[in-house]
């Protein structure tokens, strides 16, 4: 049968999202998750609001939220825009800045759902290659951005977890178009921003934040996020997205969420105490660990046996996320390693004490191959 779909759409592979057994015993360190529950009070929010109004729509606009977040970033509610979690808003931005045929640019590597986003939307994509370092020749991005109308960047980036400075950001807005900051893990760097770069005028009204609640907030399993941008832009993309883009129980739920910033300060520091002692660990074992601001760490192992380790770990019921992307030239390898996402204390121990065994078994394998061959 010949294919009925658009061809942006037949030519496209599609994002695959990280694995998610949904049987219980696994230690789960692949899809940056927070390991720790939901504050209490975000609890009896969901049970109120299933207990309330459902035969009802929603607030089209869940302007309780939206006095929340406001306040919280020193903004007036017409600055935000909750969404579907995250990566909705993600797909409201390229609908409502880039035509087809138009480009979006992005630093690579990271977060690659930009690219199927633009494909969908039948859009160019321009990667701004990182270094070794994980950082961007500014020169390049300075050709970049007369070309781009959305320029995507996570900070702090994943899989690398390096956090870029308000200059260097500054580097990527295009001359036509928006320049989107996609803090999904921005309550794990060491100064979270409060609006700051919102206000600041040198980004000319063009800058677009967004955030999460499935990472520092611990509600993955509810898909809620926000943008917050100056309201000309809020205004736009609000004609884009759904009209109940979020439902009921997820609006209570995040609005809770927000008012207890005591409960996930505290877990935020607990996973980033457990941070620095997994990347001092890590050392000690051989890896290469890039210093990280977010809920996971980038690690490396002079033996590149990386998809070979995520496979023992695997086998031992620990995931992480092998990761592979495309080298830095068309004739350079390509980069890949592990992305561990930081979990409890015990979690984490139980990934140490299996790491030297699974080496060890590496080890092994490789010489008996050597010794046959
Ligand atoms: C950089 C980045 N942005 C956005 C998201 C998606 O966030 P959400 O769960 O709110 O859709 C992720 C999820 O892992 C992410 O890594």
Redesign the pocket.
């Known amino acids: 049968m010949t294919s009925v779909f658009r061809p942006a759409v037949d030519l496209m592979a599609g994002y695959t999202p990280g694995e998610q057994p949904q049987e219980t015993g696994w230690v789960k360190l692949n ?2 998750e927070n390991p720790y529950p939901p504050s209490p009070e975000v609890v009896k929010a969901i049970q109120h609001a299933a207990i309330g109004r459902l035969n009802v729509y929603p607030d089209p606009h869940a302007i309780t939220f939206k006095r929340e977040a406001a306040a919280l970033f020193g903004l007036s509610t017409d600055w935000i825009l909750p969404a579907n ?3 909705e808003n ?1 797909t409201i931005i390229t609908r409502s800045f880039c035509d087809s045929g138009q480009l979006i640019g992005y630093p690579y590597p990271s ?1 690659v759902l930009y690219e199927s986003l633009a494909q969908i939307q039948g859009c160019g994509v321009r990667r701004l290659r990182l270094n070794a370092d994980w950082q961007w020749d500014p020169a390049e991005a300075a050709e970049l951005r007369k070309l781009v109308r959305v320029f995507y960047v ?1 900070n702090p980036n ?1 899989p690398t977890g390096n956090l870029w400075s308000r200059d260097q950001l500054l580097q990527l807005l295009p001359d036509q178009g928006v320049l989107i900051l ?1 803090e ?1 893990y921005g309550d794990f760097s060491d100064q979270p921003h409060r609006g700051e770069l919102l206000r600041d005028p040198a980004f000319d009204g063009r800058l677009i934040v967004t955030r ?3 990472k520092s907030y611990s509600l ?1 399993g509810i ?1 809620f ?1 926000f943008a917050m941008a100056h309201p000309k832009l809020i205004e736009g993309m609000q004609k884009v997205k759904d009209s109940y883009n979020c439902d009921a129980v997820s609006i209570a739920a995040a609005t809770a969420a927000l008012k207890d910033q005591n409960w996930m300060l505290t877990n935020r520091n607990q996973i980033m105490k457990t941070r620095s002692h997994l990347s001092h660990a890590l050392s000690n074992l051989g890896f290469n660990v890039a210093p990280s601001q977010a809920n996971f760490v980038w690690v490396t192992h002079p033996s590149a046996q990386h998809r070979q380790l995520y496979e023992q770990l695997k086998s031992r019921k620990i995931l992480v996320r092998y990761m592979k992307f495309d080298g830095r030239t068309s004739d350079a390898p390509p980069i890949d390693g592990l992305r561990i996402t930081i979990g409890t204390d015990t979690e984490i121990q139980t990934l140490l004490d299996a790491i030297p065994l699974c080496l060890q078994e590496l080890k092994g394998l490789q010489e008996l191959k050597g010794a046959s061959v």
């Open positions: 899809t940056n979690g995250s990566d993600l977060y996570p994943s996609d999904a999460t609640f499935s993955a898909r996020g």
